[in-house]
Structures are given as C-alpha cells and as structure tokens.
C-alpha cells in the first residue's frame, strides 16, 4: 500500500491535459519529500491528536461519573444549602424582599423587546421592591421609540421600570451592564438578574433563585437552566438543542457540584452585586464578559450554584449566519480570556491548588480549546490525509471507539434527539471549522478577536409570514452571495470527496463512508441550505 500513491494515481493520464511527463514529474517530487518530510509529519500530527482525544475522552468520562454520582446521591441544592421562601411580614410588610435590579440590555430587538420586557413586568415580585431596567443600545430610531414606548405602557401601570440609553455603545453588552449599575437608584440594590432580549422568566423565577442568594452570603450567581422555544423550528436548532443541552445538563451541573464554579452564561442567572464590585465589575476586554466575570468572582472565593429545574425559555438563533456569528463569539472570547488570564489564575492565593487545575485545565483548557480543534484537525484534516499516505496509520480505538464513546456521552442531554445524533456529529465536524479559527483568533488575540455581532432574534417573525404565506403579497428574492455561498466549506467538501475517491479504490479502512457522508454535510452548510431562510418582503 506504501507504493499506491503516485504521479498517476494523482493525476491519472486520461485527465484532458495532462501528460505523461507532467504526472512523473509530480511523482517523483511527491517520492522524494513523502519520506523525509510528509509522513514524520503526518504522524506526529495523528500522535498529538490521539493525544488529545484521549484527553477529551478523559474529560468526558470523568463529567458522566460524577453527574451520574449527583443524580444518584447528591442532595437537592435546597438540602445542601440554606433555602426558604421569602414571605410577605405584615409587621414590616414588603421589606422581608430584598431589592432586586432587572437588567434587559437591548440592541436593534424589534421582534423580541416586547416578550422580554413582558415577563420582566409579570414577575412575582413587590412592585416596590423590583427595579426592571432596559439598557438600549438600539441603533435604529424607529426601534429605539418602540421600546421606550413599551416602557412607558408598562410604567403607566405601575411598574417601576427605567428606560436608559448611552451616547455610545461602548464595551458592548459589558459597557451597558456595567454603565447601569451606575444610576443612583440601583445603590440600594442587592442583587441583579440579567435577562436578554429573547428570555422568558416565568413569574415565580426570582422567588425560586433569590433564597439561595439570601440566605447563603458566600454564593454569588444562581443560575438557571436554558430552555428554547424554536428548537424544533429546523434541522438547526435541533442541532443547537442538542449541544446546550449537554452544556447544561452535565458541564453546569458538575462545575457546580463539585467546584461551585462554572461559567456564567451571560443571561438568566442572578448575581449579588457586591460580588460583582469586588470583582472589578464588568470588563469588555473579551466577548465573553459573562465568563471573564464569573472566573474573576471565582477567583476571590465566590462560590456559584446551578439549579437545573429553575428554567427560563429562551430563542436559538435559526439562520445559518447569525448562528456562524454566535459560535464565533463564543469560541474566540473563551480563548482569548484563557490567554489573559492564565497567568492571574497560576498566581492566585485564595483558592485551592486543585480548583486552580481544575479552571486551567479542564474549563478552559479541554472544553474551550482541545475540544474544538482535535474535532477539526482529527477528523476533517488528519485522518483523510491519512489515507494519502498510507504509510501513517491511525488506531482503530483512536479513529472509532473513542470518538463513539464521546459522542454517546454528549447524547445524554437530549434524549429526544439521538436519532438525530449521526447528522449531529457530521454537523458539528463543520463548525468545528469556524470554532478552530475562532480559537486561534482568540489565543493569538487577532484583529476579530474582540468582534461583536448581536445574534438575530427572529420572535414570531416566521410564524407571522407562514400565516400571511396565502395573502397575494409578492417577496423580493435577495440573493446575497456572501450569506448563501460559503467557499471555505466548498474547499473542504471538495478535499474530502478526493480522499473519499482515493480510499473507495486504493484504500484499506473503507474510511470513504464516513467522509463521503462528511462531503455532503460540507456542501449542505457550503450552499447555504442550513437553517431558516426568510424571504425579504
């Protein structure tokens, strides 16, 4: 097998326009670096990503202990911690509820604002004792006076609710947090629950999460589970679905199982505000500024709690383009966070040695960094070039069982789903493509690596034109090149159906199964056929 490739085999003779002379010249140069240089490389490349499969594999396995640990013996957070409800005093009436901030930061939300600020109003709280404020950075006027109207209704009805707006965006999401927690009237708040444009609290969420806070003075963020109210919208979101919900129902759960600490997921979570302040508040140096200031609270002693039954619903990006955009940001800011801080964390004297380990490597290190480049590198890079070069040989445990292993452990979230769990796989080999680049953007602390793009809600926009599909109204096809075509996946189905080609006839692991199912999958999201499609009026 060591002698298949060649000149001919490369460019076989019958191809218009190609020569006999041409072909043996390519052969004998592909003869003269293949052993010197190619195929040392080549294993050394499989060596480091066997390397870090088992890694993962280490991570993963060790996550499933101990949530199977926690479903089995551990209590329920109201038995580890202090925890009871906060009832109305008629000696000192409302007084018994801390004051609590809602913060809705907001940016051109025109499909979404109502909801958001809906379900602010309708919490259980005392009216007198809640304070809702919406953070807009709209840049669109016409939005802009669509939210400031929704508030002043609200107010109308008694609800202390503040509209405020800044002369910039400056620092983003972080910049409007941060700038909010300035007013003279959040000085008497306690804590502050962060909602996006998209999240839905039920009425009985602060009276669920605020106990916790109350009575446990070393815990400073509560937060709550994710749950998507389109996730069956489109192939796509069911995709999404299926990755958060190991998120949540494994990753949240051990950190805070074990650590009390995990990453705080930018929204539906409660946060004591003196934690926040002796943190350093909110910082923009990364897109990440949730996790820059979770790992920072973590660093002074806070201890955080997850509560997997306190649910908020939420919307799943379900266009192609602003889901690229979302995995960008959360792939890049991790990774340029964990390039900033390493060094603060090394140094750190307030927590133990093994939480330290644990934030470094297994946080930051295996699940932001090695888990989305040995998913790219291995299976879409390595193991097809293997197949050029058959002198390289890759384990069948490195090659199959480990990585089924992995993928039956990140199934656990979404029962529902795991029939879906192959095109999963397939799916989450191509973004693995934008998270790599991502993450290289992010350590090398590139020119994208502070890019911010708000992910698009769409609200019941689509439900809006299905209903109106039948009126006579005609919609304008916008074909945008740049949205629709996406060369760099075309690059790679085409590399893939060559190595899937190759191995079909001179091959001898029959890996051409796998990676023609992976070429369809690279020229399904590389035509643009992913997600939803809404047609321009």
């Known amino acids: 097998m060591g002698d298949v490739i060649s000149g001919k085999n490369l460019i076989p003779e019958s191809f218009p326009g190609a020569s006999v002379d041409l072909a043996a010249q390519i052969g004998l140069l592909w003869?003269?670096?293949k052993a010197p240089l190619i195929v040392p490389l080549l294993r050394l490349a499989v060596y480091v990503c066997l390397a870090m499969t088992v890694m993962l594999f280490l991570e993963r396995l060790y996550m499933g202990i101990v949530i199977v640990l926690v479903k089995l013996f551990w209590k329920k957070p109201e038995k580890r911690y202090n925890w009871e409800p906060i009832r109305d005093d008629l000696e000192i009436g409302n007084s018994a509820f801390p004051l609590v901030?809602?913060?809705i930061p907001m940016f051109n939300e025109k499909e979404?604002?109502?909801?958001?600020?809906?379900?602010?109003?309708?919490?259980?709280?005392?009216?007198?004792?809640?304070v809702i404020q919406v953070l807009d950075d709209s840049t669109d006027f016409v939005i802009k006076d669509m939210i400031e109207k929704e508030c002043q209704r609200w107010a109308s009805k008694g609800v202390n609710i503040k509209?405020?707006?800044?002369?910039?965006?400056?620092?983003?999401?972080?910049?409007?947090?941060?700038e909010g927690l300035k007013h003279d009237y959040v000085k008497d708040c306690e804590y502050v629950t962060i909602f996006d444009a998209d999240f839905r609290p039920e009425p009985d969420f602060l009276r669920r999460a605020i106990p916790f806070l109350e009575f446990n003075p070393q815990i400073a963020l509560v937060q709550a589970r994710w749950r998507f109210v389109n996730s069956d919208e489109c192939l796509l979101?069911?995709?999404?679905?299926?990755?958060?919900?190991?998120?949540?129902?494994?990753?949240?759960?051990?950190?805070?199982?074990?650590?009390?600490?995990?990453?705080?997921?930018?929204t539906g979570g409660v946060w004591r505000i003196a934690a926040i302040n002796e943190a350093g508040g909110?910082?923009?140096?990364?897109?990440?500024?949730?996790?820059?200031?979770?790992?920072?609270?973590?660093?002074?002693?806070?201890?955080f709690l997850y509560l997997g039954d306190l649910q908020v619903k939420s919307e799943l990006p379900s266009t192609f383009k602003a889901f690229r955009y979302q995995q960008h940001r959360w792939s890049c800011g991790p990774a340029n966070l964990f390039r900033k801080m390493v060094m603060e964390i090394v140094r750190n004297k307030k927590v133990t040695l093994w939480k330290k380990l644990y934030v470094i490597?297994?946080?930051?290190?295996?699940?932001?960094?090695?888990?989305?480049?040995?998913?790219?590198?291995?299976?879409?890079?390595?193991?097809?070039?293997?197949?050029l070069v058959p002198e390289v040989d890759v384990p069948i445990w490195g090659a199959i069982y480990i990585p089924c292993v992995i993928t039956t452990l990140n199934s656990v979230g979404t029962p529902r789903s795991i029939h879906l769990l192959f095109y999963w796989i397939l799916f989450e080999n191509v973004m693995s493509l934008h998270r790599t680049k991502a993450t290289f953007i992010g350590l090398l602390d590139a020119k994208r690596s502070n890019e911010w793009v708000v992910t698009e809600k769409l609200g019941d926009a689509l439900k809006n034109n299905k209903s109106n599909a039948k009126a006579p109204k005609k919609f304008k096809f916008n074909f945008n090149f740049g949205d629709r075509i996406h060369l760099t996946e075309l690059g790679f189905a085409a590399f893939l159906f060559f190595t899937g080609c190759y191995d079909f006839m001179y091959g001898k692991h029959n890996y051409f199964i796998y990676i023609f199912l992976q070429t369809i999958t690279f020229l399904i999201v590389g035509f643009g056929y992913v997600g939803t499609i809404v047609p321009s009026s």
Request: glycine residues 8%; contains cysteine; proline residues 2%.
């Open 31 to 33: 003869d003269l670096i």
């Open 101 to 103: 901030l809602i913060q």
């Open 112 to 130: 979404v604002y109502k909801i958001s600020i809906g379900a602010a109003c309708n919490l259980s709280w005392p009216s007198d004792r809640l």
């Open 163 to 178: 509209y405020q707006i800044r002369e910039s965006r400056g620092g983003y999401k972080a910049g409007a947090l941060k």
């Open 237 to 266: 979101t069911r995709m999404q679905e299926m990755s958060l919900d190991y998120h949540f129902t494994v990753e949240q759960e051990v950190g805070s199982a074990t650590h009390a600490f995990f990453g705080f997921n930018g």
């Open 282 to 303: 909110w910082k923009d140096r990364t897109t990440v500024e949730d996790m820059d200031l979770a790992v920072r609270a973590g660093l002074k002693g806070w201890k």
């Open 361 to 387: 490597y297994s946080f930051f290190f295996v699940r932001k960094i090695i888990a989305h480049m040995v998913t790219f590198f291995f299976f879409c890079v390595v193991l097809p070039l293997t197949i």
